[in-house]
C-alpha cells in the first residue's frame, strides 16, 4: 500500500495562513481515512511548539505524541500552493504542505524519502508548478525503506 494516493493530493490550492495550510493538508488525511479529525488539532499544536518548516519552501506538519492513537493507517497528503503561503513570521513562503501521519516508528522512513525527494532542486521546481497529480505521486508516494 503506498503512503500516498490522488486523493491526498490537492493542486494549485490556496491558503489565508499557516493554519489554514495545515487545517487543508490535516482535511485530505481525515477525509481519505489515515486519521481521526482530532489529529489535525495536534497538527496545529505542534507547528505553536516548533515549527514544521524544512526549508526550499517545504513544511511538514505533523501530530503530537498524545495524537499517535487518532492515527488509522500511515499516510501522508499534499498541499501545492503556488502562490506560497507565510510560513513564520518574515519566513520564507511555503509552495508544498506534507502532512504527515504515522503509524508507531513509520514516519522516520516517511520523512528519509521525503528529505530525499525535495533535496533534488529540479524535482522540487516540478512537484510545486506541476498540475498532474501522478507527478506528486511519482515523487512522494515511494514506499519507505525499512
Known amino acids: 500500500m503506498s503512503i500516498l494516493s490522488v486523493e491526498r493530493i490537492q493542486l494549485n490550492a490556496v491558503a489565508a495562513d499557516r493554519t489554514d495550510a495545515i487545517r487543508k493538508a490535516g482535511e485530505l488525511l481525515v477525509s481519505s481515512g489515515c486519521v481521526l479529525p482530532e489529529y ?8 505553536d511548539s516548533m515549527s514544521t518548516y524544512l526549508g526550499s519552501g517545504v513544511a511538514i506538519p505533523h501530530g503530537i505524541y498524545e495524537n499517535k492513537d487518532h492515527v488509522l493507517k500511515t ?5 501545492q500552493l503556488p502562490q506560497g503561503v507565510e510560513w513564520d513570521e518574515g519566513g520564507e513562503p511555503v509552495f508544498l504542505v506534507i502532512g504527515i501521519a ?3 516508528d513509520e514516519h522516520v522512513g516517511v520523512l528519509a524519502s521525503l528529505a530525499e525527494a525535495v533535496e533534488d532542486e529540479t524535482v522540487l521546481k516540478e ?11 511519482k515523487h512522494l508516494g515511494k514506499e519507505p525503506e525499512a
Open 102 to 104: 504515522a503509524v508507531g
Open 40 to 47: 489535525v488539532g495536534g497538527m496545529l499544536k505542534r507547528e
Open 127 to 137: 512537484l510545486i508548478h506541476t498540475a498532474d497529480p501522478e507527478i506528486i505521486l
Open 75 to 79: 499516510g501522508i497528503s499534499v498541499l
